[in-house]
């Protein structure tokens, strides 16, 4: 299984220098390697999405059943992270969004051979370990 983090975000937002450069890659990688949780899907990858509401972004939302990819936009709000937070909120704040809206994304999709409930329980465990919950 393989899960990855990337974001397209406007700068003074600072998801890109505050929250994905500090999301372990490689580690949540080598964590994933050994998992099984259904040959139905075998890669998540998220895109942070936080640009101004004027540029009028939607959520994109692809599932590539060829290579069993499910690719996410995760909206975030734009003025809420603009706003004088810390990154410790910026983190909690992004952690959050995926524990509440990738299930139901993979839900959608009715995957036959996916385990989407202990993939979320372990994705959420390991987001506590590494203090991003």
């Not at 975000?9 to 890109?16: G, R």
């Not at 994905?20 to 890659?25: E, G, K």
């Not at 099984?36 to 075998?42: E, F, S, T």
């Not at 994705?123 to 506590?128: A, E, F, P, Q």
Request: proline share 3%; net charge neutral.
């Amino acid at each position: 299984m393989r899960f990855s983090i990337t974001s397209d975000t406007n700068y003074e937002t600072k998801v890109s220098d505050q929250v994905t450069t500090q999301f372990p890659a490689r580690e949540v990688e080598d964590w994933l390697y050994f998992k099984n949780y259904g040959d139905d899907l075998v890669e998540i990858f998220i895109v942070l999405m936080c640009r101004s509401p004027e540029y009028n972004f939607k959520q994109r939302i692809r599932m590539d059943r060829k290579n069993k990819i499910l690719y996410i936009d995760l909206m975030l709000d734009y003025h809420y992270f603009v706003s004088n937070i810390n990154q410790d909120d910026r983190i909690n704040n992004v952690a959050n969004k995926i524990i509440n809206e990738i299930p139901p994304i993979i839900k959608k999709y009715k995957l036959k051979d996916f385990n989407v409930d202990l993939f979320m329980k372990d994705l959420k465990d390991y987001l506590k370990k590494i203090s991003w919950l």
